[in-house]
Structures are given as C-alpha cells and as structure tokens.
C-alpha cells in the first residue's frame, strides 16, 4: 500500500512561509543558504552595498542586467541598498531585524558586522529568539580566524586540491564552487536545527560555519585514510583511493567512469571485457590486490577500453549489471531525458531566464521560484521610508 501523500499541483511549495530572513551577504555562500530558504518560501531580504554583491559582475555571461551567476543565486530575494558607513542606515537594518527577523545570514568580511553593531551576540541579546549565521573563512577561533578567504583558497588550504588531478601535474580545483556551496549547506543545517529547538524553547541561537571547516568535511574520508596509515594521499585523477577499478577511461570517441569496486562486480568486468583469465590472475584475486597492482590492471583496461566508442561500452556494461556512466558535457546534462523528466529546469516568473531548481521534492513536488532576481536596491522601501535615501 503507498504511503505517499496527496499532493495538489496547485498548491505551491512554501513550508517557510512567513519566515523572514534578512541575507547580509555577497558571493556565493551566504546568497546559496539564502536561496534555499527563498525557494522553500522564506522572505529573503538581501542587504548590499552601494556597489551591490561583487558577484553582480562576475561575468559574462550576463542574463538581464547582471551576471548569470548571480541570477542563479539570488531570485526571490529583496534587494536594500545599506551604506554600512552611515550610522543611520545601520540602524534602520537593525532596526528591521528586530522587528521582523527569524534568521540573520553573513558573510561580510571579518570583523565588519562586529564593529558596526550587527553581529550576532548584540542582535541576540535583543531579540532572545533570533537565529544568526555567521558564515566565515577559516573559523571564529585561532590564528586565521581574520583572514578572508573564497573557495579556490579552501580548497588549496583544505586539502582537497593536493588530492584533486593526476599525478606529475599541477594542482586542480574542483570545477563547481564545492566549499561555497557546502558552507551554504551546512548553513542550512546549523539554522534549521536552531529553527526546530527554537520551537521548543522560544529561544535563537548563533551559528557559525566556515569554507575551511566544510573543506575538511569534504576531505574527511580521505584524511581518515591518512590518519590510519600515515602515508599521505595522492592525487587520484578520476579514481578513488582504495579502490580498484574505479576510474574514467577514454574511448574511441569520449570517455566513460566504470565503478567496478567490489570483487562481484570486477567478475562481471572481466567477463564483459573478455578476459576472464584475470579472475585467475594474483595480481586481482580481491579489491586489496587490484589496489596495489592497479597501475597494470588500468593499463589493460585503459587499451582495451579505447577501441570501442562509448554508447558501445555503456551498453555491454549496462547489460552485464556495472556501474558505469558517459562522461557528459553540461550541455549534454541538460539535454537529457532524466534531467527533463525530474524538471530540474524550472522558468521564472516575471523573466525569460530559466534555472535549475533545488535538488528535492516534498510529496512528489519540487518548489518553484516565485519571483525574478532583484535588481540593485528595487525594494528599498522595506526598510527606509520613501525619499530618505537614493540607491
């Protein structure tokens, strides 16, 4: 019997509706926790600087007036203009806070809410159940807890670039912003755990994450690895430490991952790839082994991938029960049947752009955005009266 909910296509998404939240935020961070909490109905305020969020610029490409990056991150959200060096305009964001807050996001520089009054002990301590987010680079304790960081840096500082490429090449950043956005994750999880004990006790809490902190996470198996042997980790390329065969490998005409990690599954390849005589081989009687000797079993199978195009090895793979995936382009992703079926993709009311959607669904529905990305300072009458100041 399904235990599924019913679920009303028309009735949107919105479990935190009513739920506002003001974003003291630029970048990428800060602006990712915001949005989720706007695509899931929260009221999302965004304070910027007379120059506006840096990220504005980061283009092209541009997409209506600001870049696509920005666009991506920032919809649904009010756009004030706040002059942090005028008294004035501080106190009417800390004004606004206390009077309609649930959740405080930052991510300015460090030392810079503290020394203007909007950090999270001083709003707490005025509004008991306020929720503040400090979102920071290498932590508020020790010797770095000053410095700025972004994520190319985290991910040189934690560890993750030293482990990212091949072997004899220089370091490479993983292509998505995976510190930015995991901070904005975890940002997500420290505000809703004080969201649901505020429930209970009708008090806030601060929380504070950092890009280094979710950089170790990242790391962490990886380091465990480390902890357990001594022996520091190496680059992997498109493979993983401990276990073997597990990599891309090129093809005639692209190339394909083939996660055959399991004794089972390493049968199954053999077999596939008409060398059963490795199950026999010393060398690969068990995943322990195929690690040590991997360098000559991806030999074999690095030349013997290459001699069909990739759609062929997908299929014979596929039908033998192994894991394995094309190596897609973005633009391949998007174009995808599975990509199109889960509606990822979702249109903007009040704009032509499109953007994917957050990557969960509440009985069977995905929430969708309510409203275009804000142009610089277009809804400063939430917080200061008309004429009072010009963006």
């Not at 106190?91 to 020394?115: C, F, T, W």
């Not at 480390?226 to 401990?242: C, D, F, N, R």
């Not at 998007?334 to 669904?361: C, E």
Request: proline content about 7%; overall charge negative; glycine content about 10%.
């Amino acid at each position: 019997m399904s235990t599924q909910l019913p679920t009303n296509p028309a009735t949107p998404v919105q479990p935190f509706a009513g739920l506002v939240v003001v974003e003291l935020g630029h970048s990428v961070a800060a602006p990712f926790a915001a949005h989720i909490l706007s695509e899931l109905g929260a009221k999302v305020v965004k304070i910027e600087k007379k120059d506006g969020d840096d990220a504005r610029k980061w283009g092209p490409p541009f997409w209506e007036g600001a870049s696509a990056l920005f666009q991506a991150l920032n919809r649904n959200k009010a756009s004030v203009v706040c002059d942090f060096h005028d008294p004035s305009h501080v106190e009417a964001v800390k004004s606004y806070i206390h009077a309609e807050a649930d959740v405080v996001l930052q991510n300015l520089r460090p030392g810079q809410v503290e020394k203007i009054g909007i950090d999270g002990p001083t709003l707490c301590a005025a509004k008991r159940g306020l929720i503040y987010c400090n979102l920071g680079a290498f932590g508020s304790e020790g010797p770095l807890k000053d410095r700025p960081g972004y994520d190319p840096l985290m991910q040189a500082f934690g560890g993750i670039m030293s482990t990212t490429g091949e072997e004899g090449r220089p370091a490479v950043r993983v292509g998505a912003s995976i510190v930015d956005m995991g901070t904005g994750l975890w940002a997500m999880i420290g505000i809703l755990t004080a969201l649901y004990e505020r429930q209970k006790t009708g008090l806030g809490r601060v929380v504070d994450v950092s890009l280094f902190e979710t950089a170790t996470s990242w790391v962490s198996l990886i380091a465990s690895q480390y902890l357990a042997s001594g022996q520091l980790p190496q680059k992997q390329g498109s493979g993983a430490a401990g276990i073997a065969p597990y990599k891309a490998y090129a093809t005639c005409d692209g190339e394909i991952v083939v996660a055959a990690g399991s004794d089972g599954l390493f049968k199954r390849l053999a077999h596939a790839v008409n060398h059963p005589e490795w199950l026999d081989d010393p060398r690969f009687v068990d995943n322990p082994t195929r690690v040590q000797h991997q360098l000559a079993l991806y030999g074999l199978l690095d030349a013997i991938l290459l001699t069909r195009d990739t759609q062929t090895w997908v299929t014979c793979f596929e039908d033998a029960g192994i894991p394995c995936s094309a190596v897609q382009n973005i633009g391949q992703m998007v174009a995808h049947p599975q990509t199109q079926a889960l509606k990822l993709i979702q249109d903007v009311p009040g704009t032509d752009m499109r953007f994917f959607g957050l990557p969960l669904r509440l009985d069977g529905q995905r929430p969708a955005s309510r409203s275009a990305p804000p142009k610089l300072g277009e809804h400063q009458h939430m917080i200061f009266k008309t004429g009072e100041t010009k963006v």
